[in-house]
Structure formats: structure tokens, C-alpha cells
């Protein structure tokens, strides 16, 4: 199997290199993610009407996910038992509240809103743990949730209730991000925890008002993301995490909104407006000050 082989490969790599692919990879996927679910929501160059309801992009794009992790734990020699209900349900609400807010934002402004809330959940779980951070770790820290008001301002985001949505997305993703990074196995972690959301993300099929739409575009769209850029993204995110502190892998993930905002104007036609940028320098600049003061 090709991607047996390439995690063999990888594997056999020194250390650094190994953990630098394993980072650019899953930091790819991520960008990915957004492109892949704003392109098949809100149309672009594949479909200009939409392809998929959110619901249903959900759905598929967690089973896309199973479908390809499940068996490849199962080759790879390890039990389908690790993961926990507790991580698939964060998994499975970052998935559901990630697609309805690509309903309404574009994927620069989507990813920052996400990122940013990742983030600030990940430095307000260690603070509330009782960390005690230096004036400057609450200086980035103030920063970067004024420029994620900023973007709750009316006619910052176009959607109040959208960012609303991917804050939420951020959080819930913040816990699932924490939760993981004592995994000792990425791959059987994430498949069980993905085989266990599917049963959380399965209903919101369902939650479409007018009944569920979706062409053959836009179903390829969501098995992508789930099974390249959310499945594998994630096992490669895990494994990469090894070999990362803490406040490398936080500050790693500031790259993502950036990636997002250039492919998305690239292949969508979404370009950042002054808002978007201004909040983005608060938001990316805050978290990285934050970040890389002593604690």
C-alpha cells in the first residue's frame, strides 16, 4: 500500500527532518480542510451554486475518515480500541460547527477565526490549570482576543452568528488538540476516535431545513477532506507533535490562516479585505508574542 510504504519511509528519516515533513504536512492539511469545505459549500470553480449541505459534508467527511484509517490501523498491526468518547465528541463537534460556519465565512477569515480560538482555548486551559503566565503572556494574550472581537464587529465577518460558530469550532478543537498530545499511538488514536464521532456526526446529515443536497463534486470534496486532509492531516499532526514542544507546535499552527488566506484568493477568489488583515496582525501577532514569552 502506497501510504504504508511512504509512513515507512518517513519513519526512517532522522528525528528533525522526520518531524518538519510530518509539520509542513499536517499544517497543509489543515489549510486544506478549509479550502475543501468552503469550495464545496459556497461554490468556486468546481461549482459555482454549492455542491453539499454542511450537515452532510460533515457526515461523509468523518465516514471518509473511517473508512480509510480504520484499515489501515487494522494492517498496521494495531487494535482499533485506543482514542476516547470524550475526544470524538470534541472531534465530532469541531467537524459539524467547522462546515455551518463555512456557510457563511470565507476560509482566510474561517481559519483565523478557527486558529485563533485554538489557540486562546489551548493558553486559557493552561492558565485556568494554574499556570501563572509573565505580563507579556497576557499582553499577546489580550491582543489576540481584541483582534477576534474585531472580527465580531457588525460587517467584519459578514456573519455574526458564522464566527460565532467557528469560535466554537476553535474551542472544541483546542480540547481535541489537548487531549491528544500524550498519544502514543497517532494512528490508532485517531481512528478510534474518528470511528466514534461518526456516530455524533451521522445525524447532522439531517439538520438541512429543506432536505439534503448534494452533487458528485461535491460528495468528492468532502471524502477528500475527510480522508487526506482531516484523517491522515491528523495522524501525521499527532505523530509530528513528538517531536515539538509545546510552544513550537502553537506557534507552527499561526501558518495555517496565513496559507489559507493565499490559496484561497489563489484558487477561490477570496481576497482579505483591511479588517481581515488588521485583526489577522492582532490575533497571529498576539498569540505568537504570547507564545515565545517566558512563562
Not at 470524538?88 to 480560538?117: N, Q, R, T
Not at 472580527?151 to 476553535?170: C, D, R, T, V
Amino acid at each position: 500500500m502506497a501510504t504504508a510504504r511512504a509512513t515507512r519511509i518517513v519513519a526512517r528519516l532522522h528525528p528533525a527532518p522526520r518531524t518538519f515533513l510530518l509539520t509542513a504536512a499536517a499544517l497543509t492539511a489543515f489549510a486544506g480542510n478549509s479550502l475543501l469545505c468552503r469550495a464545496a459549500l459556497r461554490g468556486s470553480a468546481i461549482d459555482p451554486d454549492g455542491a453539499i449541505d454542511p450537515g452532510l459534508f460533515t457526515a461523509v467527511r468523518i465516514a471518509a475518515g473511517v473508512a480509510v484509517l480504520v484499515p489501515l490501523a487494522k494492517s498496521s498491526g494495531r487494535a482499533n480500541k485506543q482514542g476516547s468518547w470524550v475526544s470524538a465528541l470534541a472531534l465530532a463537534a469541531y467537524a459539524v460547527l467547522f462546515s455551518f460556519a463555512y456557510v457563511e465565512l470565507g476560509a482566510g477569515l474561517g481559519s483565523l477565526l478557527l486558529f485563533g480560538a485554538v489557540q486562546t482555548t489551548m493558553l486559557g486551559t493552561g492558565i485556568a490549570r494554574g499556570e501563572r503566565p509573565s505580563p507579556r503572556v497576557w499582553q499577546g494574550l489580550l491582543a489576540a482576543v481584541a483582534g477576534l472581537c474585531v472580527l465580531l464587529l457588525p460587517g467584519a465577518s459578514g456573519s455574526f452568528g458564522g464566527a460565532l460558530m467557528m469560535l466554537g469550532a476553535g474551542v472544541a478543537w483546542g480540547v481535541y488538540s489537548l487531549r491528544g498530545r500524550g498519544s502514543r499511538d497517532p494512528l490508532a488514536t485517531t481512528a478510534g476516535n474518528f470511528a466514534r464521532a461518526i456516530w455524533f456526526a451521522a445525524p447532522a446529515a439531517l439538520l438541512q431545513a429543506h432536505g439534503v443536497h448534494a452533487t458528485l463534486s461535491g460528495l468528492l470534496l468532502a471524502a477528500v477532506s475527510g480522508a487526506l486532509t482531516s484523517g491522515l492531516g491528523y495522524v501525521a499532526w499527532y505523530a509530528a507533535l513528538r517531536g515539538l514542544s509545546a510552544t513550537q507546535a502553537a506557534i507552527a499552527q499561526l501558518t495555517v490562516p496565513v496559507l489559507t488566506a493565499v490559496l484561497a484568493s489563489l484558487w477561490l477568489g477570496e481576497w482579505p479585505t483591511w479588517t481581515l488583515a488588521a485583526a489577522g496582525a492582532l490575533v497571529l501577532g498576539g498569540v505568537g508574542v504570547a507564545m515565545t514569552a517566558r512563562r
